[in-house]
C-alpha cells in the first residue's frame, strides 16, 4: 500500500471511529502525544488523545447506531516526505467541522499528530 493509501486509511479511522463511538479506533488512528485543537460554540478547546478518545466514546448512542453516521470529504492532501497535511469537511454529531489533519510516519505506520478544527455551521 503506497504512503497516499496509509494517509487515507488512517484518515478513514479517524472518521469510522467518531462514527461507532470507539475509543480505539482514536487510539489507532492518532500519535499517543497528538492533540485536538480549535473552537466549539465559542470556547476554545484543547484535548489529549485520551480526552478526545474519552469524548468519542461519550456519544452514546453512537452515530451509527442512531443511524446518523458520520460523513466526510476530503478537500485536500499532501505528503511531503514522512509528514502529511489532510484537510477533511465531516458533519459529526450535526456540526459541519473542518478539520486540518498533521499526520507523521512512525514505525507503527501514519498516525494524526494534530487535529486543528475550525466549526463551518452548527
Known amino acids: 500500500m503506497s504512503d497516499k493509501q496509509q494517509v487515507e486509511t488512517c484518515v478513514e479511522t479517524y472518521i469510522e471511529s467518531m462514527s461507532r463511538s470507539d475509543p480505539s479506533l482514536v487510539k489507532q488512528a492518532f500519535h499517543p502525544n497528538g492533540n485536538v485543537v480549535g473552537y466549539l460554540h465559542g470556547d476554545f478547546m484543547e484535548m ?22 458520520v460523513s466526510f470529504q ?49
Open 48 to 69: 489529549s488523545v485520551d480526552d478526545f478518545a474519552d469524548f468519542v466514546a461519550s456519544q452514546q448512542p453512537s452515530p451509527q447506531e442512531s443511524g446518523d453516521g
Open 74 to 122: 476530503t478537500l485536500a492532501c499532501e505528503l511531503e516526505g514522512a509528514t502529511a497535511l489532510v484537510k477533511v469537511r465531516d458533519i459529526y454529531l450535526g456540526i459541519t467541522f473542518v478539520d486540518t489533519l498533521s499526520l507523521i510516519k512512525t514505525d507503527d505506520g501514519w498516525r494524526i499528530y494534530n487535529k486543528l478544527f475550525h466549526v463551518e455551521a452548527e
